[in-house]
């Protein structure tokens, strides 16, 4: 099991910027480096919606359309943490903002089901106001 803990979200004006982070730890013996990571969201009376997700390297990224040119995700993985840079922020992008963890690799047919993550974090508020 890896533990996940989202920090970084908060109330910002539309066009606003706020930097994500996920810093996770593992008690199964599986190292953050050898995990895919993703962001997902959801919003009051809505279902939970991919949002980006990257692989273990780094080197395959992939975003939801809403999010891509605004967002960007990225790792470190000597600090086990993953991020998320949200850039021109909208009242849309208003939801509880989730990471999670995927042991494997991340393929376009599945990176964007939840069912594809096994440990998610407990979520943080992000809210753009107009």
């Known amino acids: 099991q890896v533990q996940l803990v989202e920090s970084g979200g908060g109330l910002v004006q539309a066009g606003g910027s706020l930097r994500l982070s996920c810093a996770a730890s593992?008690?199964?013996?599986?190292?953050?480096?050898?995990?895919?990571m993703g962001w997902f969201r959801q919003a009051p009376g809505k279902e939970r919606e991919f949002v980006a997700a990257i692989n273990r390297g780094g080197g395959t990224i992939y975003y939801a359309d809403s999010v891509k040119g605004r967002f960007t995700i990225s790792r470190d993985n000597a600090k086990n943490t993953v991020y998320l840079q949200m850039n021109s922020l909208k009242p849309e992008d208003t939801a509880v903002y989730y990471c999670?963890?995927?042991?494997?690799?991340?393929?376009?047919?599945?990176?964007?089901?939840?069912?594809?993550?096994?440990?998610w974090g407990q979520g943080t508020q992000v809210t753009v106001s107009s």
């Open positions: 593992a008690s199964s013996g599986r190292t953050f480096s050898s995990t895919a």
């Open positions: 999670a963890v995927r042991t494997g690799t991340i393929i376009a047919s599945i990176v964007r089901a939840t069912a594809s993550y096994s440990d």
